[in-house]
């Protein structure tokens, strides 16, 4: 199996950092890589809870990504699945929020469970667009 593991510093409280990863509206702005938006979702951000993500290319295409929350600590960590629509493969994502001081925090993003690594590093430059986005809002 194969991970990926990143890390982003944020000039913002950890506080508005986990808003952006468990307040629906804000998720809309930003959880798409490069020009694509996030034209619906649907996020119960609790344990047990399911989301679903449509991100939608300028062509009209549309990739659909979905799974469960199997962990939440508000404000430290999330921990959920990661199911494309269509596919068979389930991988998982944690994420972990760490204050550095009042007004800057950190994330790291763990997604593991991969069966090779051209499909790590596909989902690399994925997460890779949707930090730049998310740093445009949350800088």
Same mark, same amino acid.
């Given at each position: 199996?194969?991970?990926?593991?990143?890390?982003?510093?944020?000039?913002?409280?950890?506080?508005?950092?986990?808003?952006?990863?468990?307040?629906?509206?804000?998720?809309?702005?930003?959880?798409?890589p490069g020009d694509m938006t996030?034209? @619906?979702?649907?996020?119960?951000?609790?344990?047990?809870?399911?989301?679903?993500?449509?991100?939608?290319?300028?062509?009209?295409?549309?990739?659909?990504?979905?799974?469960?929350?199997?962990?939440?600590?508000?404000? @430290?960590?999330?921990?959920?699945?990661w199911q494309w629509e269509g596919?068979?493969?389930?991988?998982?994502?944690?994420?972990? =929020?760490?204050?550095?001081? @009042?007004?800057?925090?950190?994330?790291?993003?763990?997604?593991? @469970? =991969?069966?090779?690594?051209?499909?790590?590093?596909?989902?690399?430059?994925?997460?890779?667009?949707?930090?730049?986005?998310?740093?445009?809002?949350?800088?």
């Open positions: 199996m194969f991970q990926l593991i990143m890390n982003q510093a944020f000039d913002a409280p950890v506080a508005q950092l986990y808003k952006a990863w468990s307040d629906l509206e804000t998720i809309k702005r930003w959880f798409a996030v034209p @619906e979702a649907t996020a119960d951000v609790r344990a047990g809870g399911n989301y679903r993500i449509v991100m939608q290319a300028t062509d009209g295409s549309q990739h659909i990504v979905s799974g469960r929350y199997h962990e939440v600590i508000d404000g @430290e960590k999330l921990v959920f699945s596919s068979p493969n389930i991988t998982q994502v944690t994420i972990l =929020f760490t204050a550095i001081d @009042e007004n800057k925090s950190a994330l790291q993003l763990i997604h593991n @469970e =991969f069966d090779d690594q051209q499909t790590c590093d596909k989902h690399q430059q994925g997460w890779n667009g949707c930090i730049t986005n998310l740093l445009k809002i949350v800088p």
